[in-house]
């Protein structure tokens, strides 16, 4: 998953040459990950992890073959869209199940916290070794081999993770009166749509974007370094910032925290944005990598936070569909974002990127300050800042 997306760009703009029409496919495939994530979350949920996962894998592998093809064969750009779409919707999003497992085997145990970002410090070194791995093979082997090693390591992992039945949380079967009761609301029009949790109505928005602000700064990294004639070295500093997010994970991870968890989402993730303004001024690779490990320090632990939230207020039953509204937020805002940062860095160039991923930022901050009561912080601005009055008043653990 670390590797697909970014895969994609470089792929496609080495057979094109342009970034925009890249971004662009690469956002079909992030919008229908985020159409299509919840609605298969919901299958896992009531039907069980492996029976899902097997044939979403095999559409996926269909789906990644298709856009290859595409590329190679030197198809015109809208046939693009089709396999990128359908490859972004298939591919599994193993995280919230990884963490609804997790979820079930330490209910009500505070090593939960640990487990959590035990998980994210794993996503942050795949994604450490994913975009350096997938530039390397892309421009130093062939375009097409980053996006072919991804969807075969995607296609194994999920597999060997289906293949794990010991730790799978038993499915939540549809008892025939819901089915009864849902068919009639369905031919009513009158289906009530409920949230899996509540805190979806603010993070949500605050994901999208996230996600924007993200895939931006990745765009914006290798057409930074393809200025200075060093596009391989893009995997290189984008690693550096997720980096810096596994070793900010590792630290978190080992606290217990006296604040609410929605406060310390609201401090990482400002923090986050303040380090992301920072980009667009720095002269070279050689000063923006270290500037990336260190903004990157706090982008674990605002992850982490985000998913503590949704498992403590998920509804019974819903606890891989609320992780996954997560993944859905940050889907749309990748799509969003990819598509106007490839215009934007095709016509203005890396540093006007850099502004646009701030400037998402920005706004995912001010969302998440506005909905902070709501996710069970104080609220607004005045309640930041009574963060130190309280602090240590009561303990609540993530």
């Not at 805190?199 to 990745?218: E, I």
């Not at 200025?227 to 630290?251: D, I, M, P, R, T």
Request: with cysteine; glycine share 12%.
């Amino acid at each position: 998953m670390a590797m697909f997306g970014l895969g994609t760009v470089l792929l496609i703009s080495a057979g094109t040459g342009r970034y925009g029409v890249a971004g662009s496919v690469a956002a079909a495939g992030s919008l229908s990950a985020a159409i299509c994530t919840p609605q298969i979350a919901r299958f896992v949920d009531r039907l069980g992890q492996r029976r899902v996962l097997v044939p979403l894998c095999a559409v996926f592998a269909l789906a990644a073959t298709g856009l290859v093809a595409a590329v190679e064969l030197g198809a015109p750009d809208w046939a693009l869209f089709l396999p990128g779409a359908l490859a972004g919707a298939a591919m599994p999003a193993l995280g919230p199940m990884v963490r609804a497992r997790w979820s079930v085997l330490l209910a009500g145990s505070p090593r939960l916290h640990t487990a959590f970002s035990l998980e994210s410090v794993a996503d942050e070194l795949c994604y450490i070794v994913g975009p350096a791995a997938v530039t390397v093979l892309a421009t130093q082997v062939h375009p097409a081999a980053g996006v072919t090693a991804a969807a075969a390591l995607c296609v194994a992992g999920t597999l060997w993770f289906a293949s794990q039945r010991e730790t799978e949380p038993l499915p939540r079967p549809l008892r025939a009166r819901d089915e009864s009761s849902e068919r009639t609301r369905l031919t009513a029009g009158t289906r009530r749509f409920s949230l899996a949790a509540p805190g979806l109505a603010v993070l949500v928005p605050v994901y999208v974007f996230l996600g924007s602000m993200f895939v931006t700064v990745d765009l914006s990294t290798v057409a930074f370094a393809a200025s200075f004639g060093h596009k391989a070295l893009a995997g290189f500093v984008l690693a550096c910032w997720a980096c810096g997010s596994a070793v900010g994970g590792l630290w978190y991870g080992t606290r217990h925290w006296h604040a609410p968890a929605a406060r310390r989402l609201a401090v990482t993730l400002t923090l986050t944005v303040a380090g992301v303004w920072t980009f667009g001024a720095m002269p070279n690779l050689a000063v923006l990598a270290p500037v990336q490990f260190l903004c990157g320090v706090t982008i674990a632990p605002t992850l982490i936070a985000g998913y503590s939230l949704m498992e403590s207020q998920a509804s019974p039953g819903r606890t891989t569909e609320a992780m996954s509204w997560l993944n859905t937020g940050i889907g749309v805002g990748v799509a969003c974002g990819a598509t106007a940062a490839g215009f934007i860095i095709d016509a203005a160039g890396p540093r006007w990127g850099y502004a646009f991923a701030a400037s998402c930022g920005s706004a995912s901050v001010l969302l998440c300050l506005a909905g902070l009561r709501r996710l069970g912080g104080l609220g607004g601005l005045g309640g930041l800042r009574r963060l130190r009055r309280t602090r240590g008043r009561t303990r609540q653990p993530a």
